[in-house]
């Protein structure tokens, strides 16, 4: 039984988090000619843009309903009104997913009715743009939820309901959003080639992958589309990854049928291994070569990594999902969870983490904890509290601003798990300690003698 | 007879090796190495082994005249750690090329090097090491190196061992030899003091002696000379004052323990500081060595008193590792390490040895193995990787103990394996060492990789999956989805 130590303290320090109207509006980034609008003041955009730019190096479209002090006042559904049909003109966008925020749902604005009026009022204006509602106010959840909530919102809101016909090899696949593009550009050929159609909701690959278009274009290019999203229900199968991807299946099961299987993380042999058989139970394909090569190469990869990973003490600060999917990874390496942070206490996921207890906090909890830890996991705002530890940083998750290519790095699948094995046995092997007389010298102050777990000795 | 094969006709007839002793004349002046196989050999050669013995001597620039692979290829490639200078990691070598060789400027190479060394770092001393091409085409290092120790005011010393002249084990002696010709004696120390000991052959390999050290400086003894590992150049230039000596691990540099006792009447005896028993017995070694050669014999109480307590200490730690490694079985495959007391101390903790190699143990060593193991069929003198695979693969071990080189025999095995030759990465002597050992043993054993690498993939073992699903039954919504279409074909569900 994990224990959930919830947060007491009032002042948070270094947050862990980053907004939930962050991760729907990135939800809908995975979407094709999707336009992003935060209902909330300008502040909340930008923010909330200029973290999208440090992490990607993208231009990325995310528009504002900016409120003022007036529309604060007397209500925000003029400007929801005035920014879809701006967008409608100026960008012409297949999808405006609005993101609402703590502006707004402090307020109490019945967005849902907002919306549904300027889209009675404008039918004609508005047709070929769906207009979908996430609400997202940012004092609850983060990233994890924002995502969950508004692939949610798009399946309700779009895709066609009731018992279709199911095509059989058509294969709907909701990714939690701790999948990177590569990630999910790689679960995309690994089901095909069992000859599966993927259809994956949202699809960060089309859009976030950095391709330079050859002309400009304001909306997002590349993601699932519209129409594809309008037809999840003619799926045999939905593929969920991440336990907060539950909800939005449990939405899709409920209004096509569209039966599904959660699997928690992708990342680590045995995960994988469940998939594979998964895919090849749905399609009757046999398990193709080049998926058991990449399984062979990840043995090999567990063999000679094991060495680095063996005793390790790791501190993890990530979302519920991705806390899950690097804690089970590293556990089943030989490592130890000395610390393991996240962000809240709502996610059923926290129990299966193979720590003591998790607690529910910021990144000044995890510099607290970590202490004498060999490695720290977390986003790039976890730097200072590593370079003040002395303990080395693995960045995961959402943000990564100062280094490139974190949308490109591999984490699920065979070739994904052996990638991780490899970064941190690097990242170990890079932060070796010379030995010292005075750390080996047997007379300086023991630690408890039957003590099993951590030696003094160890030296990466 | 060149000075080379002199000098290696005379290490190979070692008067203090009990092989040597054992042989008859003519034997004996064959020599103690077995002729190489081509093709089924293994191992470095001479200068290699000279290399290897020297090389920790840390503020040393080590210079190695040749063609580019002797150092380009081997270089910086050994764990032995430095508590100062680290010029000794810096790869110097004459690179010589084509052009040097055939127009002779490979001596003329060797002065200039040596010349920018002396300017670039400011060495204590240079060692020149000859290898196989520059001892052909007749390079006189040791004359090079005359002339740049006169005019450059350095120590510059000749290590005459290419490669071509045999195995790495005859490297280590003419390493030795070089030691013994040009650098001990040469310096005077003005502190000689009674309780000062040289421990040879001792390579502090991932600063394992600083385990023991403290324990020496506990019981008031000094360590004029480390040989090799952490020296610097003027310890080994005086360790000719010191009082007694150990002979550490292998006899590799046995010639150099008797001619010191030879020249300069320093007693040793071999020992080892792997295992508990061990390390207990080279301190009591010591002690009585300094106490033969005039140190007051209060040392002994004192010394008896500072093993047990530390006995005490390392076998409760061990103790705690009992319940994790009770009836664990370990085959050690090593040669360097003298394998008797680690297996005591293992076994001691319930392990069970199901064998060891005595490739490089002495008669005597063979001896307690024996007694220890009650079963002879365990020891081997070395196996084939095939054999060796077919052992592991068949989990007659839950571990295996041994050098780099069958580390992927045991790993594609799928079987635990631990470094315990040079290339290791964690600090194995003394009493804490061993408690180290045992720790890596234990993290090495249950690594939760060994239960996912040795199932087979699910699709590839059908009945084992159906079980795996049936007893997960119970399990959580995620997991019954997955049964209900794991179980079902692709008809089935299309038929939906």
Same mark, same amino acid.
């Given at each position: 039984m994990v224990r959930i130590l919830r947060n007491t303290k009032s002042a948070a320090v270094n947050p862990l988090k980053s907004s939930q109207p962050l991760g729907a509006a990135f939800a809908f980034l995975g979407v094709e000619g999707a336009m992003p609008l935060f209902h909330g003041s300008q502040g909340c955009t930008s923010f909330a843009l200029v973290l999208f730019v440090r992490h990607f190096k993208e231009a990325i479209p995310l528009q504002t309903t900016a409120m003022d002090e007036v529309a604060t006042i007397l209500g925000g559904a003029d400007h929801l009104e005035e920014a879809i049909l701006n967008l409608k003109t100026r960008t012409k966008p297949k999808l405006i997913g609005v993101c609402t925020t703590a502006l707004v749902e402090t307020r109490g604005e019945d967005c849902a009715s907002d919306i549904a009026n300027v889209k009675l009022k404008h039918a004609e204006e508005l047709a070929g743009t769906e207009v979908v509602l996430a609400n997202t106010p940012d004092f609850g959840g983060a990233i994890?939820?924002?995502?969950?909530?508004?692939?949610?919102? !798009?399946?309700?809101?779009?895709?066609?309901? =009731?018992?279709?016909?199911?095509?059989? %090899? %058509? /294969?709907? /696949?909701?990714?939690?959003?701790n999948l990177t593009v590569a990630d999910v550009e790689h679960l995309r050929d690994m089901v095909e080639s069992f000859g599966l159609k993927p259809v994956i909701l949202p699809d960060v690959s089309g859009s976030l992958d950095g391709t330079v278009p050859d002309r400009w274009v304001t909306t997002t290019y590349g993601g699932t589309s519209v129409e594809e999203i309008r037809e999840l229900g003619t799926a045999a199968q939905c593929i969920v990854i991440g336990e907060h991807m539950r909800h939005p299946a449990k939405t899709l099961h409920g209004l096509t049928g569209v039966p599904y299987a959660v699997f928690q993380s992708l990342t680590g042999l045995k995960a994988v291994d469940r998939f594979v058989s998964l895919l090849s139970a749905v399609s009757g394909a046999a398990v193709p070569d080049g998926v058991r090569r990449h399984r062979a190469q990840l043995e090999d990869a567990l063999l000679d990594g094991h060495f680095h990973f063996g005793g390790k003490r790791i501190a993890i600060a990530a979302e519920p999902d991705q806390l899950y999917q690097l804690a089970t990874f590293f556990t089943g390496m030989g490592c130890e969870i000395a610390a393991a942070v996240t962000t809240t206490d709502m996610s059923k996921i926290l129990q299966k983490v193979p720590a003591d207890w998790v607690q529910i906090g910021d990144l000044g909890d995890l510099e607290v904890l970590a202490a004498g830890a060999d490695l720290l996991v977390t986003h790039?705002?976890?730097?200072?509290?590593?370079?003040? @530890? =002395?303990?080395?940083? !693995?960045?995961? =998750?959402?943000?990564?601003?100062?280094?490139? =290519?974190?949308?490109h790095k591999l984490t699920i699948l065979y070739r994904g798990t052996r990638d991780l094995i490899f970064d941190v046995a690097? /990242?170990?092997?890079?932060?070796?300690?010379?030995?010292?007389?005075?750390?080996?010298?047997?007379?300086? %102050?023991?630690?408890m003698? &039957?003590?099993?777990?951590?030696?003094?000795?160890?030296?990466h | 007879m060149t000075s080379l094969s002199a000098k290696i006709q005379d290490v190979f007839d070692e008067p203090a090796c009990d092989t040597n002793r054992g042989k008859d004349a003519k034997a004996r002046k064959q020599g103690c190495s077995k002729p190489l196989t081509p093709g089924a050999a293994a191992g470095g050669c001479a200068f290699d082994g000279a290399k290897i013995v020297l090389q920790p001597i840390t503020d040393v620039a080590h210079l190695v005249h040749a063609p580019l692979a002797c150092e380009g290829n081997s270089w910086d490639n050994r764990g032995a750690a430095s508590s100062g200078p680290t010029l000794w990691r810096t790869s110097f070598t004459t690179d010589l090329t084509e052009l040097d060789v055939v127009m002779g400027q490979g001596e003329r190479k060797l002065f200039r090097a040596i010349r920018e060394i002396k300017d670039t770092y400011a060495p204590p001393a240079v060692f020149v090491y000859s290898t196989c091409v520059t001892a052909l085409i007749g390079d006189d290092i040791e004359a090079v190196c005359k002339r740049a120790a006169e005019k450059f005011g350095l120590a510059v010393v000749p290590i005459n061992a290419p490669g071509l002249a045999g195995s790495k084990n005859l490297g280590n002696k003419l390493a030795a030899e070089a030691l013994l010709d040009h650098v001990i004696g040469t310096v005077e120390p003005d502190d000689a003091r009674p309780y000062d000991i040289n421990?040879?052959?001792?390579?502090?390999l991932s600063g394992e002696f600083w385990l023991v050290k403290p324990l020496l400086d506990r019981l008031g003894i000094r360590v004029r000379a480390c040989i090799p590992g952490d020296a610097r150049y003027i310890d080994v230039a005086s360790a000719h004052r010191a009082r007694a000596a150990m002979m550490v691990c292998s006899s590799a540099l046995i010639n150099l323990a008797r001619k010191m006792e030879e020249r300069w009447d320093i007693p040793f005896f071999e020992g080892s500081f792997y295992g508990i028993t061990d390390t207990s017995e080279a301190l009591r070694n010591i002690a009585e060595l300094l106490v033969k050669k005039g140190a007051d014999a209060e040392i002994l109480d004192r010394t008896e008193t500072l093993i047990a307590e530390q006995e005490a200490i390392a076998w409760k730690k061990l103790e705690a590792y009992r319940r994790r490694l009770q009836g664990k079985r370990v085959l050690l495959n090593t040669g360097g390490v003298k394998s008797w007391s680690v297996v005591h101390a293992l076994m001691e903790i319930g392990m069970e040895i199901v064998g060891t190699s005595v490739k490089k143990s002495t008669v005597?060593?063979?001896?307690? /193995?024996?007694?220890? @193991?009650?079963?002879?069929?365990? !020891?081997?003198?070395? !196996?084939a990787a095939r054999d060796l695979y077919a052992m592991l693969s068949k989990h007659k071990a839950d571990i295996m103990l041994s050098g780099g080189r069958t580390q992927f025999v045991a790993l594609k095995a799928k079987t635990p394996w631990l470094d315990i030759n040079q290339e290791r990465q964690h600090p194995y002597a003394g009493y804490d060492g061993m408690v180290e050992l045992v720790r890596q043993i234990d993290l090495a054993i249950h690594n939760p990789i060994w239960g996912q690498v040795r199932e087979p993939a699910p699709w &590839?073992?059908?009945?084992?999956?159906?079980?795996?699903?049936?007893?997960? %039954?119970?399990g959580t919504a995620t997991v019954n989805a997955f049964n209900e279409f794991a179980g079902a074909t692709a008809h089935r569900f299309s038929d939906r």
């Open positions: 994890e939820e924002g995502w969950a909530k508004a692939v949610a919102a !798009m399946i309700e809101g779009i895709t066609r309901s =009731g018992a279709r016909t199911r095509q059989p %090899k %058509k /294969i709907a /696949i909701l990714p939690g959003c790039s705002h976890g730097r200072q509290a590593s370079r003040r @530890l =002395g303990i080395p940083l !693995m960045r995961v =998750g959402f943000p990564i601003f100062d280094r490139l =290519g974190s949308q690097n /990242i170990f092997q890079a932060n070796q300690h010379a030995p010292t007389p005075e750390a080996l010298d047997p007379f300086r %102050k023991r630690e003698p &039957d003590e099993l777990r951590s030696s003094p000795l160890t030296r | 421990i040879l052959g001792e390579f502090n005597e060593d063979k001896e307690r /193995i024996k007694r220890i @193991l009650k079963d002879e069929n365990h !020891m081997f003198e070395q !196996m &590839d073992c059908q009945p084992a999956g159906e079980d795996d699903l049936a007893s997960r %039954k119970n």
